[in-house]
């Protein structure tokens, strides 16, 4: 029996996955969290094979708990169930150690081979073939508006600041942004800059 918790900010989609594997009889789910937080206090009190993780959660969000899951939980295995399907986050969750990555896409088939082959010592990602390979030299793609956005925040300027500079609203500003750190895998701006100059796309 392959035992689970389920980790997402929506209950609705907890139970949505509750409902396609209710009738799975070699899936059992032990536990529910809308956090990071959550999962770790179900992982000091029941016996866990897989966790499944969504990235965005608030406390820690699927790719810290992913992590600490690492370093405190050792023989549990865990796997990102998440919308992204970003190289910046999937390098990422690699590099945390995770076992899978699937899209909420995926089919229920899918979702089961993930656990199954999880669970056997394998692993399951489902974003394309030989991902693992062509993260490191995949070419960084970006547009000419998220470079310009790139460079000014590298300089300091503010939201505004581009705004003006681009002729372009403050919501747009934001909206490359936000897309720059999807790309990067990243949170803030700090490790945005640090990615752009590790990865030289800094002008």
Request: charged residues 30%; aromatic residues 6%; hydrophobic residues 40%.
């Given at each position: 029996?392959?035992?689970?918790?389920?980790?997402?900010?929506?209950?609705?989609?907890?139970?949505?996955?509750?409902?396609?594997?209710?009738?799975?009889?070699?899936?059992?789910?032990v536990g529910e969290a809308l956090n990071g937080k959550q999962v770790l206090r179900l992982l000091d009190n029941f016996d866990v094979d897989i966790v499944l993780l969504d990235i965005n959660m608030p406390i820690f969000d699927g790719l810290e708990t992913a992590a600490i899951i690492q370093k405190q939980y050792k023989k549990v295995k865990t796997i990102i169930l998440s919308q992204y399907n970003e190289r910046g986050f999937i390098r990422q969750a690699i590099k945390y150690g995770v076992s899978g990555y699937l899209l909420k896409t995926c089919s229920k088939e899918e979702l089961i081979s993930a656990l199954e082959n999880t669970y056997n010592g394998g692993t399951f990602f489902n974003i394309k073939n030989n991902f693992e390979e062509k993260l490191y030299i995949?070419?960084?793609?970006?547009?000419?508006?998220?470079?310009?956005?790139?460079?000014?925040?590298?300089?300091?300027?503010?939201?505004?600041?581009?705004?003006?500079?681009?002729?372009i609203g403050f919501n747009s500003v934001r909206t490359y942004r936000e897309r720059l750190m999807i790309k990067a895998g990243v949170r803030n701006t700090a490790g945005l800059i640090y990615w752009a100059v590790k990865n030289n796309l800094i002008e």
């Open positions: 029996m392959i035992k689970i918790i389920i980790a997402d900010d929506h209950q609705l989609f907890i139970d949505g996955i509750k409902s396609v594997l209710k009738n799975v009889n070699s899936i059992s789910i995949e070419k960084i793609i970006l547009s000419t508006r998220e470079k310009q956005v790139l460079n000014y925040l590298a300089k300091e300027y503010s939201s505004k600041e581009i705004a003006d500079k681009m002729g």
